[in-house]
């Protein structure tokens, strides 16, 4: 049976989901006056203009020449038509600069044409003066008229816009003039911008970026995902499904594809897709088990895991032979007596993980079937080296292997430092021996089996643990049976996922589990437990490479 995901039921969204609408978001558009080009220059204020915008609705405005201190260059009179006796009557900025703080308010989102120049002026007062940076937000109409309107315009000044576009208020080079041709300006861009589903004023700070995306039409995709946890489907015309994932704010991360990102998967993945499919969920965790399940469902073509879980292999130790040896297996057999471990990341890391232990104790290596009656041939060549035992051949009595055996069984599930130990001294005799290569072989060896079993700790750990009620204050409450995530609403939309006897598709999920808990042990308080919760077990050395 393959599930499918429903669609969200309909319902009315909130101004939470969108995050603040743009109706109710204040502009403050701020336009400056100076002698020249750099604050740190010696270049001054000569003139304020200002105007308080909401909802389409001019709320204020604000005006004033500026002494400059210093003299205006010809140049400047010149474009502006500012001379300098029109300011040497006029406040100095620092009379100037209370009130404009005042007017623009703490709320507010600061808007300008090329605001940068603007607001690099305003901060060299502010720092001058003794007064705090500037803290408002900031929107930049040239940025974002390049996102929306580059290919109707030969250039972005703002004369060309007003004029391309026929503004009310043309700009003439003073403050308030060319304040007011921005507001009118801004409300055009926000008209474009509504186009693209940008609604709230998240999604305006973000559009300069993400509109430059070739495939930025399909941002009205977006519009319906709210700023809730959850998990996402990018779904091709055929309603396939491309690729899952996961976010703590759907909206946002969603939106971020279309942030410019040039990897070829990125820009394939936009093309193919038509919708976007998601669901909401109750925190980051029931959205990140919601992801694991719904890959390996749905096996996306995108998703990196779709590939990787496939190459999951495990380490067997064939304890349902005379002679047991190690093996790597695709797949646990239960009810087998054998001891697994895994599943590791693929058949590779598992012969690794089987010659750490193999350098460490002497198992048998050959893989001849085990027989009653020992054979004749000689013994193997590892056991002619002398580094593993060849009952096969009569070498060794079953009383012996079997406490060989014994040992590796207490290695892979109570005591790997059986193993660890005899691979560090190994890996040290080498060093003093200046055979830095072979040390450095056995060190990975440890360090592929030291991580082996630490997350087989962790995902055993978690089988223990039985129904377990744990909550995150502020984030999440979340009940583990066994170490599966009980599910709220979402269990109601994937009946189908939530069982599977497939050990690599679950050891996905506890791995996904234990990493949540890991990460938010300082925060997280215990309900409820009716299973074992800790590990009377040391840590265990990485023998990483430093």
Not at 205 to 221: A, D, R, V, W, Y
Request: aromatic fraction near 6%; charged fraction near 25%; glycine fraction near 8%.
């Amino acid at each position: 049976m393959v599930a499918t995901l429903p669609l969200q039921r309909p319902r009315q969204r909130s101004f939470d989901d969108l995050g603040t609408p743009l109706v109710d978001a204040t502009f403050c558009v701020l336009d400056l006056e100076t002698t020249g080009g750099s604050p740190n220059g010696g270049d001054a204020i000569t003139e304020v203009g200002a105007v308080k915008v909401r909802g389409g609705e001019v709320l204020g405005t604000f005006q004033t020449l500026v002494n400059p201190g210093t003299a205006i260059p010809p140049a400047i009179t010149y474009l502006t038509g500012i001379t300098q006796a029109m300011v040497v009557p006029a406040p100095r900025i620092e009379s100037v600069l209370p009130s404009l703080v005042e007017f623009v308010g703490n709320d507010t989102v600061i808007v300008g044409h090329n605001v940068r120049f603007d607001m690099s002026f305003l901060q060299a007062a502010a720092r001058q003066l003794g007064y705090a940076r500037w803290g408002n937000r900031v929107v930049d109409t040239c940025a974002l008229a390049r996102r929306l309107v580059r290919e109707e315009v030969p250039n972005l000044k703002l004369g060309t816009l007003a004029e391309r576009f026929r503004l009310t208020h043309r700009p003439s080079h003073r403050a308030l003039d060319d304040a007011l041709a921005t507001v009118d300006l801004l409300h055009l861009l926000l008209e474009r911008a509504g186009t693209l589903g940008v609604l709230a004023l998240e999604d305006l700070f973000e559009l300069p970026t993400i509109n430059g995306h070739p495939q930025s039409q399909k941002l009205k995709l977006t519009v319906d995902l709210p700023r809730k946890p959850g998990v996402y489907l990018f779904r091709d015309s055929g309603g396939r499904v491309l690729y899952v994932g996961k976010a703590t704010d759907l909206r946002s991360r969603v939106r971020s594809y279309f942030s410019g990102d040039g990897r070829r998967k990125v820009d394939a993945l936009l093309r193919e897709t038509v919708r976007i499919d998601h669901v909401v969920t109750r925190g980051p965790l029931e959205a990140a088990v919601l992801e694991v399940r719904l890959i390996h469902e749905h096996v996306p073509r995108f998703n990196r895991r779709t590939k990787t879980w496939r190459r999951y292999a495990y380490l067997k130790l064939t304890l349902d032979e005379r002679f047991p040896r190690l093996s790597v297996v695709r797949a646990v057999r239960a009810g087998d007596g054998c001891v697994y471990l895994g599943p590791l990341s693929s058949s590779g890391a598992a012969k690794q993980v089987a010659e750490a232990i193999e350098s460490a104790l002497p198992i048998r290596r050959c893989t001849k079937r085990s027989t009653r009656t020992p054979t004749a041939a000689a013994p193997c060549a590892p056991a002619q080296l002398g580094v593993s035992a060849c009952p096969c051949s009569g070498d060794v009595d079953e009383a012996t292997y079997a406490r060989i055996v014994g040992d590796v069984v207490r290695a892979l599930t109570a005591d790997p430092t059986l193993v660890l130990d005899r691979l560090d001294d190994k890996m040290r005799v080498l060093a003093v021996q200046q055979r830095f290569e072979e040390a450095a072989t056995i060190r990975d060896r440890a360090s592929a089996f030291a991580r082996a079993v630490a997350r087989q700790r962790r995902l055993d750990g978690l089988r223990r643990s039985g129904r377990l009620d744990v909550e995150v204050p502020g984030e999440e409450r979340a009940v583990l049976d066994g170490g599966r995530l009980v599910l709220g609403d979402a269990a109601e939309l994937f009946p189908a996922l939530t069982q599977t006897d497939d050990e690599r598709r679950l050891a996905d999920e506890l791995a996904c589990v234990a990493e949540w808990l890991d990460r938010r042990a300082g925060r997280m308080r215990l309900v409820s437990c009716d299973g074992e919760l800790a590990s009377p077990l040391p840590r265990l050395p990485t023998f990483e490479p430093r």
